[in-house]
């Protein structure tokens, strides 16, 4: 079965800098959208960036300029580079493979930014 599955998570200090990645397994990984969804305690599952399998990018307001999405085929990996991090950030992030109607969730990777 597919499998993504997260890993960069963890605390840092506000104005520090994380790298998330989502490694896939048992997916044409270059046929499918991904992007990088959080979810922060209390709130709604939210889109923070995704590209295509295009590589085209799309971003939240909230992150524009911050994090950056990028993608290497060749290791069936997505990134997230998280700059500038904000305590507002703090959030369990979620890989998500999309191809018209299947989509796929990792299991998730707790982001905490705090002093």
């Known amino acids: 079965q597919v499998q993504l599955v997260e890993s960069g998570g963890g605390l840092v200090q506000p104005g520090g800098s994380l790298r998330l990645s989502c490694a896939a397994s048992?997916?044409?990984?270059?046929?499918?959208a991904m992007g990088w969804y959080r979810q922060a305690p209390g709130n709604q599952r939210e889109l923070v960036a995704n590209i295509t399998n295009g590589g085209s990018t799309n971003y939240a307001d909230s992150v524009?300029?911050?994090?950056t999405i990028s993608r290497d085929n060749a290791k069936n990996t997505v990134y997230l580079q998280m700059n500038s991090l904000k305590p507002e950030d703090t959030a369990v992030?979620?890989?998500?493979?999309?191809?018209?109607?299947?989509?796929?969730?990792?299991?998730?990777?707790?982001?905490?930014?705090?002093?």
């Open 26 to 32: 048992r997916i044409i990984f270059t046929i499918y």
């Open 64 to 67: 524009k300029g911050r994090f």
């Open 93 to 115: 992030y979620y890989c998500n493979a999309r191809w018209g109607t299947l989509g796929y969730w990792g299991k998730g990777t707790l982001v905490t930014v705090s002093s």
